[in-house]
């Protein structure tokens, strides 16, 4: 919006806006990011948000080919692309645990399209009906579909740097298919040694797309992850190893991988399941504002809408709620077999997935959607889930232990879906509002962008699946021929969890003593006030995904603070307000090229998975042998110089990046000391 809150396009103007190219590239954006967002999630369990990507891109393949695109059209592809994105989201947290609890050995492709829709299309239907509610009279900020609009209004008045995204996305494409597709180099690199009766472990996965995310999430959240990783591999296994001994095996550092699968990632799950549950609480406040707003009605004044204010018809939109909650009850009674249990579900769904919807609109509007507690809710979803289906299945129908974990499933999954897309539907629509969008026309954006990805999403995980297999646990109930130890496997953290506890309430197979050390530890992370589902993550992956992550938080750390030296000259005080500007280019400039990296690399992974289901291998026919660790991290560390170089290229002339880093180091070193004096002296 400009100063004066009018949109970047009035009203009165009507550009082009959903035309046939829109469409097409919208809907060939939507593939490649689902299925990138698919297998970055499914290997290290967070996925990023694709509508500042998605616009860049655009951008760059509408003004290429033509000559008069609008920037309502370029907001209408990232409508489309990102909602591809958030549905692949809401899809790899759930389905795959059907893997985890066995009743799946491979991805239905019918069924996950079937949840894919019915979720995805039903939380976008919700969210459509606050639209006016939270943008509109609550003017929510929701910043990350602020600075999308920023994006957008930059490419249509020729700002530099649109091609960085390109770049990028070509460069992580080529280490992608170097290292996954040629294996010239090791995936990871581990290390392993005895120390005084116990082990210590040092190991990092040589990703840049990883690397990417912690440029994204930045060195706060990064840290936070890494010092879970710390926690479960260089504290809980070591110490679990030295009172319990250590498993026989070759490899040492295979050996800490031994521990923490069949224990240790216990104590995620349950720091987790608390972690899901205090962060809704903590919200409360916020979830019932954004409840009693949604169902605040309007005061029935009839008025001329504006093109930039009309929605699709309200009253069409519930009937469309409606059929989905009845298309949903069709699909639970033919899936379970039960029809008490199949109505339960659907009334369940119908009311349980709308007030996830306000919710996770409305926390996006305030928080972001990156930051909205999507795995809380699903957790707090699950949980519902489980009593809802216990009370009915179990103790009113008797129905056996699978097909108790099914119904949750299935129930789960729907809702989790509808609310993984509303507060990234909240935030497009948003971008929309700022740039002067006609709301019917972006909701038919969605609904085309939802429809993509449920196409898309489930042929992406069954090849994944094939590939690689889904989450470890399902690895070595059917391993692949050429992978018999999984070291391959996608982790999908997610999953296990949600797997885990479904078997745990129905099956009573998990690990409970760990599972509550978790929870306890939750606990004391709740006292000291530090953020609990960044750190039960960091937990519940192995060490070395972490590693790259802290990495790249840490570069972020570093190029936004060089930007504040450039302008200010010192650090020993709050940065003006010019080095924040300064700062916030670089910021950003950096996240556009983490998310070229990240598409790149995951793109290719998925572009490797369809080689080695057709058995088709690069590194054989082409006589390639792998370099060892130490050249491996060689390899690794020039793309990351790469990535630096691109990143901070956006900070202001005059400066040396090697003297900043130094200053820094040192303006760092004099806080600590300040700080460990002030806690000296108290």
């Not at 409508?79 to 958030?86: I, K, P, Q, V």
């Not at 009605?297 to 519930?318: F, N």
């Not at 129908?397 to 108790?404: C, D, V, Y």
């Not at 479904?502 to 998990?510: K, M, P, T």
Request: charged residues 15%; hydrophobic residues 55%; glycine residues 10%.
């Amino acid at each position: 919006m400009s100063a004066t809150g009018e949109p970047y396009i009035p009203a009165s103007e009507s550009p082009k806006e959903l035309t046939r190219r829109v469409v097409i590239v919208g809907i060939l954006l939507g593939i490649l990011m689902t299925a990138a967002n698919a297998y970055l999630g499914l290997k290290v369990g967070i996925t990023v948000s694709a509508s500042i990507p998605a616009a860049v891109m655009s951008m760059i393949i509408l003004r290429t080919l033509f000559n008069d695109v609008s920037i309502l059209e370029n907001n209408s592809v990232q409508t489309m692309a990102s909602a591809g994105e958030s549905l692949a989201a809401g899809i790899i947290f759930t389905v795959p645990a059907l893997l985890v609890i066995g009743i799946w050995d491979d991805i239905q492709w019918l069924d996950t399209l079937i949840i894919a829709l019915l979720g995805g299309l039903l939380g976008t239907m919700f969210t459509i009906a606050l639209r006016r509610l939270f943008i509109v009279e609550e003017a929510l900020p929701y910043p990350e579909g602020v600075a999308c609009r920023e994006v957008l209004v930059a490419g249509e008045e020729g700002g530099e740097g649109a091609l960085a995204i390109l770049y990028a996305l070509g460069i992580g494409a080529i280490y992608g298919l170097m290292v996954k597709g040629f294996k010239v180099t090791h995936e990871k690199v581990e290390v392993a040694w005895d120390f005084i009766g116990t082990r210590l472990y040092g190991g990092i996965d040589l990703s840049v797309a990883l690397l990417s995310v912690g440029y994204i999430v930045g060195v706060r959240i990064a840290s936070f992850i890494f010092l879970g990783g710390v926690i479960g591999y260089g504290i809980l296994v070591p110490m679990y190893g030295l009172i319990r001994g250590w498993p026989e095996t070759p490899d040492l550092a295979y050996g800490f991988y031994l521990i923490w699968k069949s224990q240790v990632r216990y104590v995620g799950v349950g720091a987790m399941v608390v972690g899901g549950v205090y962060t809704l609480w903590s919200m409360r406040k916020t979830i019932i504002t954004g409840l009693s707003k949604a169902f605040i009605k309007s005061d029935g004044t009839e008025e001329e809408l504006l093109r930039t204010e009309i929605d699709l018809p309200l009253d069409k939109v519930l009937l469309v709620c409606g059929i989905l909650v009845g298309l949903t009850f069709l699909y639970y009674w033919w899936a379970t077999g039960s029809l008490i249990l199949a109505l339960s579900g659907a009334l369940f769904l119908g009311i349980v997935a709308f007030f996830f919807a306000a919710v996770a609109g409305y926390i996006a509007g305030v928080v972001g959607s990156s930051n909205s507690p999507v795995s809380g809710m699903t957790i707090a979803t699950l949980l519902f889930t489980v009593a809802l289906v216990w009370v009915i299945g179990d103790f009113f129908l008797g129905l056996a232990t699978e097909e108790l974990m099914l119904a949750t499933m299935l129930i789960a999954s729907i809702v989790a879906t509808s609310a993984a897309i509303a507060g990234d539907v909240m935030q497009d629509l948003k971008t929309g509002h700022m740039v002067g969008a006609t709301p019917w026309r972006q909701q038919i954006a969605e609904i085309i962008g939802v429809t993509t990805g449920a196409v898309v999403i489930g042929p992406t995980l069954q090849l994944l699946h094939k590939a690689f297999r889904i989450t470890p646990t399902a690895c070595e109930m059917n391993p692949r021929l050429d992978d018999p130890l999984c070291e391959n496997a996608l982790f999908a953290p997610q999953a296990e969890l949600i797997g885990a506890i479904v078997q745990g309430a129905f099956g009573g197979d998990i690990n409970i003593e760990m599972v509550l050390l978790g929870a306890l530890l939750a606990v004391v992370l709740i006292v000291l006030r530090m953020p609990i589902m960044s750190i039960a993550i960091g937990i519940y992956l192995p060490l070395l995904l972490s590693v790259p992550i802290m990495l790249g938080g840490i570069i972020s750390y570093f190029a936004i603070n060089a930007a504040y030296l450039r302008i200010d000259k010192r650090l020993d005080r709050e940065p003006s307000p010019e080095a924040i500007m300064a700062g916030r280019d670089v910021e950003n400039r950096g996240v556009l090229i983490g998310a070229g990296f990240i598409a790149g690399e995951s793109i290719m992974g998925v572009l490797v998975a369809v080689l080695v289901v057709v058995g088709i291998n690069l590194q054989a026919d082409f006589g390639i042998t792998t370099l060892n660790d130490i050249f491996s991290v060689i390899f690794f560390g020039w793309f990351v110089a790469v990535f630096v170089w691109l990143a901070t290229r956006a900070l202001p002339k005059g400066g040396n990046l090697f003297t900043e880093a130094f200053m820094i180091v040192q303006n760092i070193v004099k806080k600590f000391i300040n700080a460990f004096k002030l806690n000296i002296n108290k």
